[in-house]
C-alpha cells in the first residue's frame, strides 16, 4: 500500500504475535516486522510486514508491504480485507507514475521501470538498469541546459531590439547547434541497436524445403517448436520464437522452403521468407550437403544476396554432415569463406553455430555504458527536435530574425522535455502508464 492512509490501514489489521495492537506510524521506516492479520478474533496468516516512511520509498509517499503465504486465497482474502478499511486496487502503473508524480523519476526512469520488468536478457536488462538509473536523462537535461542558455540570449536581444544590441555571437550559437544535433543524431542512430536488444535480433533460417530448417530451430529453442517432417514443404509459414544466448535475444524464424511450387499456400509462405529475409539482422542460409554442389549452392546464395538489406550478414550452413564425409563435403564447398559444418538432427556443431551469432552481433554495440535509446516515443521526440535545430541553424545563417529563431528553440525544448516528462500532457501520461502491470 502506498499513500496518506498506508499506516493507519496497516495499524487496523496487522497484530503482534501476543495479540497487541500495532501503531505503524512509529515503526522505523526500512523495517521489518513479524506478526499476524487479523479482523475481529479471525486470523488471516502470519505476515511479515515492511515499512517504508516517505520519501524514503519507491512511490516517495509512506509504503506498508505485507508478505504473506503463497495461496491465492489467503492473497485474495488479505486485498479484500485491505479495500473493506479503506484501501483500493491500484491501476495500472500507479505506484510508478506516484514516483514520477512526486519527482522521484522522471518520464524516461519511469518508462525503463516497464522495460526492467519485461527484459528477457541480459542486454535488455542492462540497458533498462543504465536508464532507470539517470543515464539516458542526464544527456536530455544536458541538451536542454544548453538550449535554454541559447534561447536565453535571443529572448535579452528582443527586449533590446529597439537598441540593435546582439548578445550572441552567431557563430558561437552555430557551433553550439551543431554539437547538439551531433548527440541528438547519435541518440537517434542508436535506436536500431536499441529495438533489437529489446525486441531481439531478428535471425531468419532460410533454404530449401528437407534441409532441416525446422529442426534447427527446434535444437536452438532446446523445445519441438516447429513440425518435422521427411515431406517437403511441410513448414508454410513463419513460426518465430526467442532465446538468449550469451545474454544476447535473438528472434530466430523459421520460414517456408524456398522452390518453386504450384501450391497456393506454399507459395505465399515461400514470399513471406523473402519478406523476412529483407526484415532480418542475420540469414542463415542452411542447405543438404549431400543434395547441392558447390556450383548450384553458388547459385542459390547469389538469389539469396538479391534480397538482403544493406545491414544484413548471412551465415552459410551445410547441415547432415553425419550422413556425409567431412573431408569430402569441406573439399568441396572449399570455397565459401567462413562455412559452417553441422548436423542439427544430432547435434553437431551447434555451440560453434550460436558462437558465430554472438560474434556477428559486434561486441561494440553492447557496450550499455553508453546511451542507447529503445523507446520509439523517444526516437520521434528526439527526430522533431533535430528538425527544429535544423531550421534554428538555417534562420542563424540567413539572418533571420531572433523572434523566429526564438520560436524554433521553444520548439526543440518543447519535444525534448516530452522525453523526460518536463512537458506533459494527459494523454501521454495514460498511454505511457496504461502499458503497465497492475500497481507496479
Known sequence: MSGKNAFAIASRL?????????????????????????????????????????????????????????????????????????ARLADAG??????????????????????????????????????????????????????????????????????????????????????????IHRLVESFELGNVIKNGIPVAIVGKPNSGKSTLLNVLLEEDRAIVSEIPGTTRDVIEDDISI????????????????????????????????????????????????SKELQKEIDEIKEHLNERSQLIIVGNKIDKEDLVYTEREFAGFKDILFISAKERINMDALRKRFVDLFDSRTINVTETVVTNVRHMQALHNAGSALEKVYDSLNKNVSGELISVDIKAALHHLGLITGEVTNEDLLQNIFSKFCIGK
Open 14 to 86: 496487522f497484530y503482534k504475535m501476543n495479540g497487541k495492537s500495532v501503531d505503524v506510524s512509529k515503526l522505523k521506516t526500512h523495517t521489518v516486522h513479524f506478526g499476524v492479520i487479523k479482523e475481529k478474533d479471525i486470523v488471516l496468516d502470519e505476515v511479515l510486514l515492511t515499512v517504508f516512511v516517505g520519501p524514503h520509498s519507491y512511490t516517495a509517499e509512506d509504503i506498508v508491504e505485507f508478505s504473506c503465504h503463497g495461496s491465492r486465497f489467503i492473497q485474495q482474502q488479505l486485498i479484500q480485507l485491505l479495500i473493506r478499511k479503506g
Open 246 to 293: 550469451d545474454g544476447i535475444l535473438f528472434r530466430f524464424i523459421d520460414t517456408a522452403g524456398i522452390r518453386q511450387t504450384s501450391d497456393l499456400i506454399e507459395q505465399i509462405g515461400v514470399s513471406r521468407t523473402f519478406e523476412k529475409i529483407q526484415k532480418s539482422s542475420i540469414i542463415v542460409y542452411l542447405f543438404d550437403v549431400h543434395e547441392l554442389t
Open 94 to 183: 500507479e505506484f510508478t507514475f506516484r514516483a514520477f508524480f512526486n519527482k522521484r523519476l522522471d518520464l524516461v526512469q519511469a518508462e525503463a521501470v516497464a522495460d526492467l520488468i519485461a527484459s528477457t536478457s541480459a542486454t535488455s536488462h542492462q540497458v533498462a538498469m543504465q536508464q532507470m538509473r539517470g543515464g539516458f536523462s542526464t544527456k536530455i537535461k544536458v541538451l536542454r541546459e544548453n538550449l535554454v542558455n541559447f534561447a536565453s540570449l535571443i529572448e535579452l536581444e528582443l527586449d533590446f531590439s529597439e537598441e540593435d544590441v546582439e548578445f550572441a555571437d552567431r557563430d558561437d550559437l552555430k557551433n553550439l547547434v551543431l554539437s547538439i544535433q551531433k548527440v
